[in-house]
Each structure stands twice: as structure tokens, then as C-alpha cells.
T-cell receptor, first 114, second 112 residues
Framework: AQSVTQLDSHVSVSEGTPVLLRCNYS??????LFWYVQHPNKGLQLLLK??????LVKGINGFEAEFKKSETSFHLTKPSAHMSDAAEYFC????????????FGGGTRLMVKP | EAGVTQFPSHSVIEKGQTVTLRCDPI?????LYWYRRVMGKEIKFLLH????????ESGMPNNRFLAERTGGTYSTLKVQPAELEDSGVYFC??????????FGNGTRLTVT
């Protein structure tokens, strides 16, 4: 079985300050991990993915995430928030023993204040 | 390259009526998935097609939901009869083998 917990349902930051969105996962097999973003009235867009290569993964729009197996975490960070980053972010896990089915976290809504 | 297209973007129907959602995947993508987000809950897997065959339909909630992918191109998801708890956003995604999923914008279904 696999599961994902996003520790914060809402995060608010000021423009230009760092962003941290937290994610913990559970998987009985070597997982693949993803972050997706959904802007209002848009589809889910892939930000980045981890598939057992480098533990620090760089994505689009300046985001990156670090896979920490000992902590079963995959937190998403960005050094400096931009107004356009305001959206909902989903941490996602999949594993071979689950047929590569994606299991989503509950989502974190990021608000960016001017 | 055109992305995954879903139609309609919004649908409002009464309890007991029938609704059909359509998904056009990216051309050449054999894998097609349906996911759903019910209000306040996580996005949940419904089913997975490989070409025209159902690979996994373990997430389908009950027999009021019927998914088809005739010819291995576009897919439809029919809800008949619709119930209030079916309200939510239905996402379709497609992928090539071993590649991440590309999602559509979703269909927001409201059952009144």
C-alpha cells in the first residue's frame, strides 16, 4: 500500500520569500515521487519527478525537491516566491507494485502576498 | 502538440440524469487514465486503459460508472444515474509507456 500526506493544506508567503511545501510518503516498494501544480481552471502540470536517480530534483519555474528516504519525505522548495506561483500543489507517489497507479496527497494551496 | 482535452469543462445535471464525459488523449499515448476529486477529498484513481483494454478499474466506485475507449483513441465516462455524491472534478490523463502523466483541465460535474 502507498500513501501521501501533505502536512499543510494552506501556506501563505510574501513575494520574494522562500517557499516550503511539505510532503511525507509511505510505500512498500521503491517509489517514484512527483509534484504537480494546478492553477485555477487549469489542468495538473508536472513540476518535477524523482525516479531513483539524484535525490535533489530540479523542476520547472525554479522549484526543487529533495528525496530523503530516512525521513520518507519529499518536500518542495523555491528560494523566492513569485505572485504567479499561487496555485494548489500536489505531492504524488507511484510504485511498480501498485501498477504505477498515482496516489495523490490532499493538496497544499499556496498563497503569495505582494 | 495538443494536450489532453476534456469536454465539457462544466456540467450541471439533476440527480437521476445521465452524463457522459469525454477525454481526447495526446495522440500516440496508449495509456489513458481517469481520476476524480470529490469536494474536500484527495484526487482518486478511477481506471486505466491501455489502448482499448481496461488495465485496471479498481477505482470505479460502483456500476453506475461506465468507461469506454473504443478504438483506443478517445474515452468516455458515463454516469447513469447520477447521484449527489458524484459531484466533483473528473480528470483525464494520458501517457506513453514509462513517461509521466499529462492531465487535462478536468470536467467539473455538479449534481443537484
Amino acid at each position: 500500500a502507498q500513501s501521501v500526506t501533505q502536512l499543510d493544506s494552506h501556506v501563505s508567503v510574501s513575494e520574494g520569500t522562500p517557499v516550503l511545501l511539505r510532503c511525507n510518503y509511505s510505500s512498500s516498494y521503491s517509489p517514484s515521487l512527483f509534484w504537480y501544480v494546478q492553477h485555477p481552471n487549469k489542468g495538473l502540470q508536472l513540476l518535477l519527478k524523482y525516479t531513483s536517480a539524484a535525490t535533489l530534483v530540479k523542476g520547472i519555474n525554479g522549484f526543487e525537491a529533495e528525496f530523503k528516504k530516512s525521513e520518507t519525505s519529499f518536500h518542495l522548495t523555491k528560494p523566492s516566491a513569485h505572485m504567479s506561483d499561487a496555485a494548489e500543489y500536489f505531492c504524488v507517489v507511484s510504485a511498480l507494485n501498485a501498477g504505477n497507479m498515482l496516489t495523490f496527497g490532499g493538496g497544499t494551496r499556496l498563497m503569495v502576498k505582494p | 502538440e495538443a494536450g489532453v482535452t476534456q469536454f465539457p469543462s462544466h456540467s450541471v445535471i439533476e440527480k437521476g440524469q445521465t452524463v457522459t464525459l469525454r477525454c481526447d488523449p495526446i495522440s500516440g499515448h496508449d495509456n489513458l487514465y481517469w481520476y476524480r476529486r470529490v469536494m474536500g477529498k484527495e484526487i482518486k484513481f478511477l481506471l486505466h486503459f491501455v489502448k482499448e483494454s481496461k488495465q485496471d478499474e479498481s477505482g470505479m466506485p460502483n456500476n453506475r460508472f461506465l468507461a469506454e475507449r473504443t478504438g483506443g483513441t478517445y474515452s468516455t465516462l458515463k454516469v447513469q444515474p447520477a447521484e449527489l455524491e458524484d459531484s466533483g472534478v473528473y480528470f483525464c490523463a494520458s501517457s506513453q509507456v514509462g513517461s509521466p502523466l499529462h492531465f487535462g483541465n478536468g470536467t467539473r460535474l455538479t449534481v443537484t
